[in-house]
């Protein structure tokens, strides 16, 4: 049987510098969840058409599209980082944005009646593709934000979908139960700390290895 065909999805890390150290945001999935239940995570979640149609403040840095186009179109692309705003902002109340509004219907609508999309402040980081054996499978890009960029600081309950929400110093996000891919990404984030020239790590799966390569 064929392995299922990845599907887009885009995940959010949110630094927060305003205490000693820096902090990210994490969220722990609820137990009856089927795809990584009592996991640690960052907010993020799939694609969706509407990702595609979103005014925002402002537009992706040259350099934060360049390297997502070398994956995808940039339109598709641009749609991969809206998702992690959506996502972020559906998971845990926070709004990435800039003042302003804008009418929609469906999944952007709360979130643009208080704010357009600030893609400006993210950063691409990583990108990972789920194992062929797994039954649900994502071609995952990871960004970051900081947290200076949210109209909010404190989380809300959101959807639901995650149990708790904290802020973390790395020690302690590190500590978490937290699935494989989360804790690369989050130990890939922290030497980002002192060299944010790193290339862009690209985690898959041939053969039933795991390969590293540059996105």
Request: include cysteine.
């Amino acid at each position: 049987m064929a392995a299922p065909r990845p599907k887009d999805a885009a995940t959010l890390l949110i630094v927060r510098r305003d205490g000693p150290g820096p902090r990210v945001l994490m969220g722990r999935r609820h137990g009856g969840h089927a795809f990584m239940p009592d996991k640690w995570v960052f907010p993020g979640g799939r694609i969706h058409p509407s990702d595609f149609r979103v005014p925002a403040a402002t537009e992706l840095r040259p350099d934060v599209a360049a390297a997502l186009a070398r994956g995808c179109s940039p339109e598709r692309g641009r749609a991969i980082a809206m998702a992690a705003i959506r996502e972020t902002f559906e998971e845990t109340g926070l709004r990435l944005a800039r003042p302003g509004s804008s009418s929609s219907r469906g999944e952007w609508r709360d979130f643009l009646s208080g704010g357009l999309p600030d893609l400006g402040a993210l950063d691409y980081v990583a990108r990972a593709i789920t194992p062929p054996a797994r039954t649900r499978r994502f071609d995952a890009r990871f960004f970051v934000a900081d947290a200076s960029a949210l109209m909010e600081l404190e989380p809300g309950a959101g959807s639901g979908e995650l149990g708790e929400l904290a802020w973390f110093d790395w020690e302690a996000a590190a500590a978490l139960d937290l699935p494989a891919i989360t804790r690369a990404i989050l130990a890939e984030v922290a030497l980002r700390e002192a060299d944010p020239a790193r290339p862009i790590p690209y985690h898959r799966f041939e053969r039933g290895a795991h390969r590293l390569l540059e996105a």
